[in-house]
């Protein structure tokens, strides 16, 4: 057994079919399907199963593909830090953040920048639970979040808390200071993720605690799509106060609640079992000498 067939092996898996992992692979079928026997025929174990025109792991399949998946990342790891030995900091950072976070970024590149001209970044956008699933995927290296979030896969840095307020438009009837009751009778546009808790069970815990059901009129995963249903009157937003640092406020008014605080909580994370480059390692030293931020396996 060898590399070469742990990536073959584990492109058949991930494609499910002989002809497309083939494609990915640049190689023709047949002795793609010659390395995935000779792999059988070494480990004594059937590996695949054809189902239709499909290919299923078995159980020792099962083992074997997530071994294969760590032996693999342990060597691409392994290889870029070879590299940068010799090379220094250069290369493509591939970062992720919600767009409720992405002040912290602009700046921030800038200033990396010019410190390492030779990295280049490639900037992932989602929510929370869907940079978690790029951070799985190694598509990217770091994401930055709104928590709650399943973190048992991750380590993170805490960025300092972020309160709420309140977006309407320049039109509508609202004072710069509102108690939470004013919502009561207030349509509301809330942000909701494609999937988990997040921002909207946060609010919506809060109105319930201060005695009243809030009349959300409409939900999204879109801090400017939201921005732009508050700008048109179809109602209020409620968005962390540091998302507005990234968005025009064009024919909009913010108002603070002056009789309690809906804070949000957000970090920058990264997989756990993975070594960082050194790029993503020096940009992730940028939040911690800013905030003197505790990182958290």
Same mark, same amino acid.
Not at 74 to 92: A, R, S, W
Not at 192 to 215: A, M, Q
Not at 221 to 247: E, H, I, Q, W
């Given at each position: 057994?060898?590399?070469? !067939?742990?990536?073959?092996?584990?492109?058949?898996?991930?494609?499910?079919?002989?002809?497309?992992?083939?494609? +990915?692979?640049?190689? $023709?079928?047949?002795?793609?399907?010659?390395?995935?026997?000779?792999?059988?025929? *070494?480990?004594?174990?059937?590996?695949?199963?054809?189902?239709?025109?499909?290919? #299923?792991?078995?159980?020792?399949?099962?083992?074997?593909?997530?071994?294969?998946? *760590?032996?693999?990342? !342990?060597?691409?790891?392994?290889?870029?830090?070879?590299? *940068?030995?010799?090379?220094?900091?250069?290369?493509?950072?591939?970062?992720?953040?919600?767009?409720?976070?992405?002040?912290?970024?602009? #700046?921030?590149?800038?200033?990396?920048?010019?410190?390492?001209?030779?990295?280049?970044?490639?900037?992932?956008?989602?929510?929370?639970?869907?940079?978690?699933?790029?951070?799985?995927?190694?598509?990217?290296?770091?994401?930055?979040?709104?928590?709650?979030?399943?973190?048992?896969?991750?380590?993170?840095?805490?960025?300092?808390?972020?309160? &709420?307020?309140?977006?309407?438009?320049?039109?509508?009837?609202?004072?710069?200071?509102?108690?939470?009751?004013?919502?009561?009778?207030?349509?509301?546009?809330?942000?909701?993720?494609?999937? =988990?808790? =997040?921002?909207?069970?946060?609010?919506?815990?809060?109105?319930? +605690?201060?005695?009243?059901?809030?009349?959300?009129?409409?939900?999204?995963?879109?801090?400017?799509?939201?921005?732009?249903?508050?700008?048109? =009157?179809? =109602?209020? $937003?409620?968005?962390?106060?540091?998302?507005?640092?990234? &968005?025009?406020?064009?024919?909009?008014?913010?108002? *603070?609640? #002056?009789?309690?605080?809906?804070?949000?909580?957000?970090?920058?994370?990264?997989?756990?079992?993975?070594?960082?480059?050194? $790029?993503?390692?020096?940009?992730?030293?940028?939040?911690?000498?800013?905030?003197?931020?505790?990182?958290?396996?």
């Amino acid at each position: 057994m060898d590399i070469k !067939q742990l990536r073959y092996f584990s492109t058949i898996a991930e494609e499910g079919q002989i002809t497309r992992a083939a494609k +990915k692979l640049h190689m $023709a079928q047949p002795p793609l399907s010659y390395q995935l026997k000779s792999l059988e025929d *070494e480990l004594g174990v059937l590996l695949m199963e054809r189902n239709g025109k499909n290919m #299923e792991l078995t159980e020792a399949g099962e083992i074997l593909y997530r071994r294969a998946k *760590e032996l693999l990342h !342990q060597l691409d790891d392994t290889i870029t830090e070879v590299k *940068e030995v010799g090379q220094g900091i250069k290369g493509i950072l591939s970062i992720g953040s919600v767009k409720t976070c992405f002040a912290y970024i602009p #700046e921030r590149i800038r200033q990396f920048r010019e410190q390492y001209p030779k990295v280049r970044f490639r900037l992932y956008e989602g929510d929370s639970f869907r940079l978690a699933q790029n951070l799985r995927n190694r598509e990217i290296e770091l994401a930055i979040v709104r928590l709650p979030l399943d973190l048992h896969d991750f380590s993170l840095l805490m960025l300092p808390a972020d309160h &709420f307020v309140v977006i309407s438009s320049k039109h509508w009837p609202v004072s710069p200071k509102m108690r939470i009751q004013e919502l009561k009778h207030i349509p509301l546009i809330l942000l909701h993720r494609v999937s =988990g808790v =997040g921002l909207y069970e946060l609010v919506i815990d809060t109105c319930r +605690k201060h005695g009243f059901e809030p009349n959300v009129v409409c939900q999204g995963p879109d801090a400017a799509m939201l921005l732009s249903l508050a700008r048109a =009157g179809v =109602g209020v $937003a409620l968005l962390p106060k540091s998302t507005l640092c990234s &968005f025009p406020l064009t024919d909009l008014k913010i108002s *603070e609640f #002056e009789d309690c605080k809906i804070e949000s909580e957000s970090a920058v994370i990264w997989l756990k079992n993975r070594r960082l480059s050194k $790029a993503a390692r020096q940009f992730l030293q940028t939040f911690e000498y800013e905030y003197m931020a505790p990182v958290f396996e």
